[in-house]
């Protein structure tokens, strides 16, 4: 029908939007999503912080902000598109499933309305987990290890902000496009898996495969072609590593080194993660509509 | 779209691969009136719906609400709006109240009323409940109550009383009656062909995707082969009476049982009671039994051979 057509040209309404929101953010509010996250975060983040120095042979304790920062953005590219993806599988495919997608149309307002909204609201559901998370562990390493590098920490938690939106908007995208929530669950593993395993493996056989040397080992520092670290920075969590490492200045996650190249910078690692966040949100508002219901 | 007319519907057809699911219907459902739309399952009525209220897109047809087409005004029509799903489903977490206020608000409604509509429903005790908590039944009442918000022009209703127990049928239906009372044109299918009988002024029955009938409930009984039923209470000479009856021109069929049921034309049913009379037998008492909806819809659901506009 031309419905389609017209409202998807036609600028979305803010008031529509907010209320679908307001109505994610409540009903995550009060299923306990928000205080599960933040505890998440905070509970993760310290023992990170305390356990962090014991991996390069250090003591046991609360280290300070620049030491917790490479634990801190490895807890993050791991743990933060798993709660986003969970957030978000079922929030297209679920409540297509149960029936409350099809009266939620019935209302005065678009189905991109709807997207935005929902995208709001489950944005608000972790940006509020993230930095009361990640806030409270910052105060209490502040208090105890001292303020020193507070500021890379407080880029590190709005890079993570940035991150999380576009895991967020990369879930909804795929909630959109199945109508279970059995097969979106399936589907959220299976992204989890792809971004933080699969791909990396894949463009280590490529390069392996394009003859580029490899040795591996402690204090090695990998060289890759740019072509290589291109293909590399499309990863949203390898471009959320890059903005941390540019940041906070940490250049060794696990014992390997990275010599990233001179044009990859922090903005570049902002870039693709909005682009992601934008791009992932434009499909799945693109492929709600006309869908039969 | 005619003056007059709340909901108009034009050559609407559905195909979902490449099956007919609704096959290019015509309905008009006049300002003020309660329409029913009976069907069996699976005949096209949620696909009809649906497209009534653009949540499917039709391969083909018209849907024009209160003088709005639907492809050219959404926004206005879904103002004027009220709907209840067959499956009503809710956000669990969210209280009765909560969620009226949700709705209330896209529709852009005041949020003020909202208890008083929850009270009309019965469920005024459980408006700080959450959703999640409340059995079948209560979540469709809070449906009904959503789907009143605003007093809608037009009230779409898909199975309206499925899962309630008599009591919420009851509330339902007066809700429902007091609704149409104050304007609002009501449009409900249901199976329930008594509860259509109850609240349709007329009817339209859809059989695999068409309409094979549609008119005012006493014209389709009229239109119907089952005739009325003459019901005979007798204490004593039931088979003399029957076998008198059976005698009668225009009697096609008399059964004894606790009444003597005499199946004829309206002619024959005077002459029988005059000819029992005669007889000297005692009536106790007598009752004319007109045919059911129920008759109606079987007759042009068991073959669309028996189809007629």
């Known amino acids: 029908m031309s419905e389609t057509a017209s409202r998807f040209g036609s600028l979305p309404d803010l008031r529509q939007v907010r209320t679908v929101a307001e109505k994610e953010f409540m009903d995550n509010l009060r299923g306990k999503w928000v205080l599960t996250l933040s505890l998440i975060f905070i509970i993760l983040s310290l023992v990170v912080s305390y356990f962090g120095a014991t991996q390069s042979g250090g003591a046991a304790g609360l280290q300070g902000f620049r030491a917790t920062g490479a634990g801190i953005v490895a807890l993050a590219t791991t743990l933060v598109p798993l709660l986003a993806l969970m957030l978000t599988y079922a929030t297209v495919a679920g409540e297509r499933e149960s029936g409350s997608l099809q009266l939620l149309l019935t209302m005065p307002l678009t189905r991109t309305e709807v997207v935005l909204g929902k995208m709001a609201g489950l944005g608000a559901v972790m940006s509020v987990s993230i930095v009361a998370g990640l806030g409270v562990s910052g105060v209490i390493i502040a208090a105890l290890a001292g303020t020193d590098g507070w500021d890379g920490y407080a880029l590190l938690i709005l890079g993570t902000l940035l991150f999380a939106m576009s895991f967020l908007a990369v879930g909804l995208f795929f909630s959109t496009l199945v109508a279970k929530r059995s097969t979106a669950l399936g589907l959220a593993v299976f992204l989890w898996f792809f971004f933080n395993i699969i791909y990396g493996i894949i463009l280590f056989g490529i390069a392996a495969l394009a003859g580029v040397p490899m040795s591996f080992g402690p204090g090695t520092v990998i060289q890759f072609p740019d072509w290589w670290w291109a293909l590399d920075f499309v990863n949203p969590g390898e471009a959320m590593g890059l903005f941390a490492s540019r940041t906070i200045g940490f250049s060794e996650v696990g014992g390997f080194s990275f010599g990233y190249p001179g044009w990859a910078t922090a903005g570049l690692g902002v870039l693709v993660m909005l682009i992601w966040a934008v791009v992932s949100t434009l499909l799945a508002m693109i492929r709600v509509q006309g869908q039969d219901l | ?309």
Not at chain 2, 68 to 82: N, V
Not at chain 2, 121 to 131: C, I, Q, S, T, Y
Not at chain 2, 181 to 195: D, K, Q, Y
């Open chain 2, 1 to 309: 779209m005619e003056a007059g007319e709340s909901l108009s519907v034009r050559g609407l057809s559905k195909a979902f691969n490449g099956l007919r699911a609704v096959d290019g219907i015509d309905l008009t459902i006049r300002k003020g009136e309660v329409y029913g739309f009976l069907g069996p399952n699976g005949a096209g009525k949620t696909t009809t719906i649906k497209m009534i209220l653009g949540l499917v897109t039709p391969d083909a047809g018209t849907v024009r609400i209160s003088g709005r087409d639907l492809s050219r005004e959404p926004h206005e029509i879904k103002r004027r709006l009220g709907y209840l799903p067959e499956r009503v489903a809710m956000y669990p977490n969210l209280t009765a109240i909560q969620t009226l206020r949700f709705y209330a608000k896209l529709k852009g409604q005041p949020t003020e009323g909202l208890d008083e509509l929850l009270a009309s429903v019965g469920m005024n005790e459980f408006a700080d409940r959450r959703v999640g908590t409340f059995s079948k039944g209560m979540v469709q009442l809070v449906g009904f109550a959503q789907s009143l918000i605003g007093r809608p022009e037009v009230l779409i209703l898909d199975e309206p009383t499925t899962g309630l127990d008599p009591n919420w049928t009851r509330q339902v239906k007066d809700r429902i009656k007091e609704a149409n009372r104050a304007g609002t044109t009501v449009f409900f299918s249901s199976h329930i062909l008594s509860e259509v009988e109850e609240l349709a002024s007329r009817v339209a029955i859809l059989n695999r995707g068409k309409v094979v009938a549609e008119d005012l409930v006493a014209a389709l009984r009229g239109r119907t082969k089952a005739r009325p039923r003459l019901h005979l209470t007798l204490h004593f000479q039931r088979e003399e009476a029957a076998a008198i009856l059976r005698a009668i021109p225009g009697v096609e069929d008399v059964t004894v049982g606790e009444e003597v049921v005499v199946t004829s034309d309206d002619q024959a049913r005077g002459q029988a009671i005059a000819a029992l009379v005669q007889a000297g037998i005692p009536l106790a008492g007598m009752r004319t039994v007109d045919p059911s909806l129920e008759s109606v819809f079987l007759e042009y659901t068991e073959s669309t051979r028996g189809a007629v506009r």
